[in-house]
Every structure is written in structure tokens, then in C-alpha cells.
């Protein structure tokens, strides 16, 4: 593509001593083919950036290219309107890890300089994807999470549909007697004033509720979701989607090891908050009075068998009736029996609180619940702590269940997508295609400790889900308590109206927040194989009749794992595309085999092993210069014909620096890393095919704060390359 181009090099932080900047230059303007090239001691400043504006104002510059600091530094100091920025990495990359005035180093400034050049070459300013949208926020379920979701969106403007399958707003905490303490001095449970929140919604004008009503379909999406809604007969255009559908009590009928439905008093502390509501806290099997109950913790939580993750609440529901029980005889003893009691924050208080009120906490390990003579249970414990057995006869055993998110057990959005109609969770697993295999390959990415929440990169997007636009919010996402629950209704609000905000606008959503390119089909080159609609971990194609792909751009998070499973290479963005990194390859310059000096390519995922190598620049760690990094939005979107022109070019190896995968994997886009190493093991099949050494391309998982290790996973790569020897094609 025709561009004017002025190059830009900052010569503070060191870079101006690391390298020769009139040697760049000169590459830049008779190479590159730059308009101009010049240099500024501090580009950030005010002064740095009235110099860049000036020429794009005098010169008519279409691009910027700065050869300063990383791209993940400076971004609001280093954008100039609309003007098309691209940044080349000479300091955490360049002067702050190699040598200065080292001819290595020279070489790979000059070589970063070429590579801009030969991208600039095949790519253009991206033209974003706009089309009207709604801006009204879609929220299921109707419970505290739910409600208050719609009171923030409603506050801040926008249109809320809730639909609540119950015939009334409340959800679950319509059955709480009363809540825990949440205000100074912690010390008292507080009364349910769910009134007042269902009282907010109903008068609110902007918010539109359907009781006794479900999902019946979505289609559409993210901007233009068409929302059919079964039980009211009604249909809604909608924006963006909340899930708040809460929590449904572990079936404590599969607990009949702790007496549950074999013993007749033993309840869950669900049915405790029922009879506390009732006023009828009393024995069920003969109405008799309450003078001993225990209480047993992780009642099918934290087991392989039934619940493997704590479900967060459950010690802080104990502790609460435990009040119950006083409250109605101050005589009564209480026992709590637990795994391990977690009390984070302010409920360490009320903890401390119940203890002085006398109840009796064991460390132990339930070894049988039966009937008692007179009715009331036994209870069988080992006394971990003692190292005996002990046994405790009372009036009530109540089993602390945990909670199982309503999108594990219920149909809850019933979306017209091509991958499914609900949100994907960790339960669910991956196929892939080979390319030369025909049959799939399942991946199992059971996470056996998330229990069918839904999926998503939980540590850096909470709320997020795997379908763009639509955000979890409350116990579906992970299990909390109801204050928790309010601060995630407010959080999956603004980030459902910001997601329309920028959609609106043409920009991606999270992680590449802002990001104006969108994919682009050649679809006449189109195969049909379906790898990209199987591939895309956001549900962003779905297929006709013949399997074409039909994109949806607002449903597009940016990854490019599409442009990496096209065998054809039909899929591309305008500033991102398969063509694209083929070309800063060829415009590495490879030495001859007689200069001894080795040419490694690195594919490097922007989200972790950008910034690890950025972190240990910053520590001046130091590593080969004979590294030449090419930034990849997501290590999924690999191409094998990258690694294939590079092995022809005569690079004598390829690394591939991608995100961690597996259970706890870290990968921004969920599948990146394991799909890197499913392509990747075909490209060791062809290079053994070859005769070359299946070495030479190896791939490892960065995690960002594990930057230390960056550059001895990098030396010990050069150091088995040089064992290998110069690659032959070398010459």
C-alpha cells in the first residue's frame, strides 16, 4: 500500500547511545522509503509531540512510525488524532538488552526498521465496521444481582428489559430470613430489605420487567440481538446482555452419606432459612425444641465427588444461624464442623463474634450421620485435631450446600450461534482440525475446579463471557455473597453499556479494546471446511447452508485464530494478515552461513510474552541479539506457512513465545496456546520430512510475571541451534 511515512526515533532512555541513529535513518529513508526521518530526545514530552504534529500537519503524513518505546508505554502521549501510529520497540527490546554500539545491535535496530517497512508494504489504516445499534441492556434473571444490573444501567441512561422466570422479582433472597452483617461493627445480622430494591425497579421508568417468562431465543448479535421472550409474547431489541440468573442449592439428595433424605432431621441451610422465615425453628420430625444442632460445612463442596470448589459463602450462612438458633433458645448449643472455615474480610469479625457466644468449632472429618433413638441424628466425627473419633448427638443436623450456577442445570439464552446455544463453560471441550486430518481431535478442557461456571479469562476480564456483548454478572459467574453480587451487577453494567459504546463506534471490546480492523473473507477462495467457524473461541462465524462462513464483526474479539485455521489464507485484517507477517519475514536481512551469526524468527503473543520480554528489558536482562520478535495478536492465529518462508529464507530456527495453557491457562483468547501447539506439531511432521531437525521450531508458555525466565528459554534455544549447526537452506 502507498504510504507517506516520516520515521520518528527517540533518542532518550538510552536508545540514542545504544545505536547509530544516522545509520537507521538512512535505512528508513532510502530502504523504507520514508518521507522523512528524524530524531527527538524525548517523543513523550509536549515539545515531542508538537515536532511529530508539525510535520504531519506541513508534510501531509499519513503514517508515524516511532522507533522509541514499547507499545505498551506512553499511548495517550504518543497518538496524534486520527493520524495511523506504529511503534517499533528500541528500548525494553533493543537498547535496554543488548549492547550498545555493538554491530548486533545496529543490525537488529536496522532490521526492526526494514520489517515495518515491508509490513506497510501489504497493510492499510483499518476502516472500522459501523452499523446502528441499540444501546438497551437485555438482563436475565431477577434476583439482587439482576435488579440492581438494571437500576445501574437504568441510572445511567440507558433502556433495561429484565425477564425473571419466577412470578415475582427478588430471586433466591426471598427465602433469607436475614443477612449478614455488612456495616460497622459487624457484630449483628441485618434484616432482608429486598422490598426496597424490587420497589426501585418496578417504579423506574426506563426499566421494563416480564415476570413468570423465559428466553426464548436470541438471535442477532452484540448491537443487534433480537430477543424473543416466551411467557409474554413479546419480542425486544437489545444491545447487550447481562446474565444474572444466579444460583440454584447443590441437590443435597446425592448427600446421603450425611443423612440427608434417610435421616428426618437432617435439613440444608436452605430449608433453615425457610423455617427461620416460618418461625418454626424446630425439629422436623416431631416439632420438638432445638437444644443441640451441628452444622456441617462443605456438605458436597470441595469434594471430587460432588461440588470440587468452595463455594464462598457457606461458613458465613453458618455463622449466621447459628444466631438463629440463639435467638430462639439461648440455651441451645451449637457445633460447627468444618473442613477448613473461610471467612475473608469483615466476616473474620462476626466469626470472632459467634465464637465468644459459645459456639463449639471442630476441625473434622464426618464419618457417619444416623438417627438417634429418640429421634434428632448422631453424628460420627474424627477430631482432626485430637486424633479421635467423637461422637455428637442432637436435635438438627443442617448440611451447608454450596451453590451450582443456574447455567449449569437451566437453558438460560437459547442463542441462535453456530457454537451452541448457551455460553460456553469450562466443562466443554475443544476440537480441532489438522490440516491433513480429517477426523478431529479433542482437546479436554475439563477444569475440575470452575464446576460449568462460564468461561471465560477470569483473572484479567471478570464479567466477560465467550460471546461478545454479553456479560455475567453475580453466582452464575463464580459463587459470592450478596454484597459481592451487588458490586458485580454494577461492573457487567458499564462494561454492557461500554461494549455498545465502542461497537457503536466501530472498536473492539476486551482485550483489544478499541481495535478498529475486523476480519475480512475472500469468500470465493472459500473451501468450505468449517475450520474457522470450529476454531473461533467467541462464536463470532456461523455458516449457511453450505458451511460458508457468515461473519459477525461486533461479535469479533480481533485474535485472528480464524487467519491461522484457513488453510486457503483467505482470512485477513486490514493492518493484520497473513501476508502481512510473511512480509516483515522477508524483510529480515539473514546472513550468510560464512558470518556465523545465526537468524532465530520469535512469533510472540502480545498479551503475556510481549509484556514478559518488555519486563525483562526493563530489568536489563540481557539475551542473543540474533532474535528477530514479530508480535502476534494471539499465538492461535499461527500460520505454518510463516514458519515454512522462514525456514526457506535460512533461519536456522523458530520460537514460538505464546500464553500458558491447560486448566489454568492464561491465554486472553481461551484457546490460543493449545491450538499454537496443535498447528505446531504438524510443522514438525513436514520439517522431519524435510530433513530437518523438528528442533528447530520449538514453542514454550510465557507467564507474565515469570519474565525472569524469558531470556534463558531464549540462550538455551541459541545454544541448541548452534549444536544443530547453520540451517542448510541457508545458502
Excluded at 513436514?686 to 530433513?691: E, H, I, Q
Aim: proline letters at 4%; hydrophobic letters at 40%.
Amino acid at each position: 500500500m502507498e504510504h507517506k511515512l516520516g520515521v520518528y526515533i527517540c533518542t532518550g532512555c538510552g536508545i540514542g547511545d545504544a545505536i547509530d541513529i544516522e545509520a537507521v535513518a538512512k535505512i528508513a529513508t532510502d530502504d523504507v522509503k520514508a518521507a522523512l526521518c528524524k530524531n527527538h530526545e524525548c517523543l513523550c514530552s509536549e515539545e515531542g509531540h508538537a515536532f511529530v504534529q508539525a510535520d504531519i500537519d506541513g508534510e501531509g503524513l499519513d503514517v508515524v512510525a516511532l522507533a522509541a518505546c514499547s507499545m505498551r508505554e506512553k499511548q495517550a502521549e504518543l497518538t496524534w488524532g486520527d493520524t495511523w501510529v506504529e511503534r517499533i520497540n528500541y528500548r525494553e527490546q533493543l537498547a535496554w538488552c543488548h549492547e550498545p554500539n555493538d554491530e548486533d545491535t545496529q543490525w537488529l535496530a536496522e532490521d526492526y526498521i526494514r520489517m515495518l517497512g515491508a509490513r506497510l508494504g501489504v497493510t492499510s489504516k483499518p476502516v472500522p465496521h459501523i452499523e446502528e445499534m441499540s444501546d438497551r441492556v437485555l438482563v436475565v434473571g431477577g434476583g439482587i444481582t439482576g435488579m440492581n444490573a438494571a437500576l445501574f444501567a437504568a441510572k445511567a441512561g440507558k433502556e433495561v428489559v429484565i425477564v425473571e422466570k419466577e412470578d415475582a422479582l427478588g430471586g433466591f433472597l426471598k427465602r433469607v430470613h436475614k443477612r449478614f452483617p455488612v456495616l460497622p461493627p459487624y457484630e449483628e445480622l441485618e434484616d432482608n430489605d429486598i422490598a426496597s430494591t424490587v420497589e426501585a425497579v418496578a417504579d423506574h421508568d426506563k426499566i421494563t420487567v416480564y415476570l413468570s417468562s423465559t428466553i426464548g431465543k436470541i438471535d442477532g448479535a452484540p448491537g443487534n440481538f433480537d430477543v424473543t421472550v416466551d411467557g409474554a409474547g413479546a419480542s425486544e431489541k437489545v444491545g447487550s446482555i447481562v446474565m444474572a440468573a444466579g444460583f440454584t442449592p447443590y441437590d443435597a439428595s446425592k448427600l446421603t452419606h450425611l443423612g440427608y433424605g434417610e435421616v428426618k432431621d437432617v435439613v440444608t441451610s436452605v430449608e433453615l432459612e425457610d423455617m427461620a422465615s416460618e418461625g418454626k425453628l424446630v425439629r422436623p420430625s416431631d416439632e420438638g425444641d432445638l437444644d443441640t444442632v451441628v452444622f456441617i460445612q462443605c456438605a458436597g463442596s470441595r469434594d471430587a465427588d460432588h461440588l470440587p470448589y468452595c463455594s464462598t459463602t457457606c461458613c458465613s450462612v453458618s455463622l449466621k444461624q447459628t444466631q438463629y438458633i440463639a435467638d430462639a433458645n439461648d440455651e441451645a448449643k451449637t457445633y460447627v464442623l468444618y473442613k477448613d472455615m473461610r471467612t475473608p474480610g469483615q466476616w473474620e469479625t462476626f466469626y470472632q463474634q459467634v465464637q465468644k457466644q459459645g459456639t463449639i468449632f471442630v476441625k473434622s472429618e464426618i464419618k457417619s450421620v444416623v438417627a438417634g433413638d429418640d429421634g434428632g441424628a448422631v453424628v460420627t466425627i474424627e477430631d482432626v485435631l485430637l486424633g479421635e473419633d467423637v461422637e455428637i448427638e442432637c436435635d438438627l443436623v443442617v448440611l451447608a450446600v454450596g451453590q451450582v450456577p443456574a447455567c449449569k442445570s437451566e437453558q438460560l439464552l437459547k442463542l441462535g450461534y453456530r457454537q451452541g446455544p448457551e455460553l460456553p463453560s469450562m466443562d466443554a471441550k475443544l476440537e480441532v482440525k489438522s490440516d491433513d486430518d480429517e477426523e478431529a481431535e479433542v482437546v479436554d478442557r475439563k477444569d475440575e475446579v470452575t464446576g460449568g461456571f462460564p468461561n471465560s479469562h477470569f483473572i484479567c476480564f471478570p464479567y466477560e463471557t465467550r460471546r461478545t456483548g454479553i456479560y455475567a454478572a453475580g453466582p452464575v459467574r463464580q459463587p459470592m455473597d450478596i454484597a459481592s453480587a451487588v458490586d458485580d451487577a454494577a461492573g457487567a453494567a458499564f462494561k454492557a453499556i461500554k461494549s455498545v459504546a465502542l461497537m457503536s463506534e466501530g472498536k473492539s471490546v476486551h482485550p483489544r479494546v478499541g481495535d478498529m480492523s475486523w476480519p475480512d473473507f475472500a469468500l470465493q477462495r472459500c473451501t468450505q471446511c468449517k475450520r474457522c467457524t470450529e476454531e473461533c473461541p467467541f462464536g463470532a462465524l456461523d455458516e449457511d447452508e453450505k458451511g460458508t462462513p457468515k461473519p459477525n464483526p461486533t461479535r469479533c474479539r480481533r485474535c485472528g485464530i480464524c487467519m491461522g485455521a484457513c488453510p486457503e489464507r483467505i482470512v485477513g485484517f486490514a493492518d493484520y494478515s497473513v501476508q502481512s507477517i510473511n512480509s516483515m519475514i522477508k524483510g529480515i536481512y539473514v546472513a550468510e552461513e560464512w558470518e556465523e551469526k545465526p537468524a532465530v524468527l520469535c512469533l510472540v503473543c502480545e498479551n503475556d510474552a510481549y509484556p514478559a520480554l518488555d519486563m525483562a528489558g526493563t530489568a536489563r536482562m540481557k539475551y542473543s541479539p540474533f532474535v528477530r520478535f514479530v508480535t502476534m495478536r494471539c499465538l492461535g492465529g499461527l500460520n505454518l506457512q510463516w514458519i515454512a518462508d522462514a525456514m526457506a529464507k535460512g533461519f536456522d530456527g523458530v520460537l514460538l513465545l505464546g500464553c500458558k495453557a491447560g486448566d489454568d491457562y492464561q491465554c486472553h483468547f481461551i484457546q490460543g496456546s493449545e491450538l499454537a501447539q496443535t498447528r505446531l506439531s504438524k510443522v514438525q511432521e513436514t520439517l522431519d520430512r524435510l530433513m530437518l531437525e523438528s528442533e528447530r521450531v520449538a514453542f514454550h508458555e510465557i507467564e507474565i510475571d515469570n519474565f525472569g525466565a524469558v531470556p534463558g528459554i531464549i540462550d538455551d534455544f541459541m545454544e541448541k541451534l548452534e549444536a544443530l549447526g547453520p540451517n542448510p537452506f541457508k545458502d
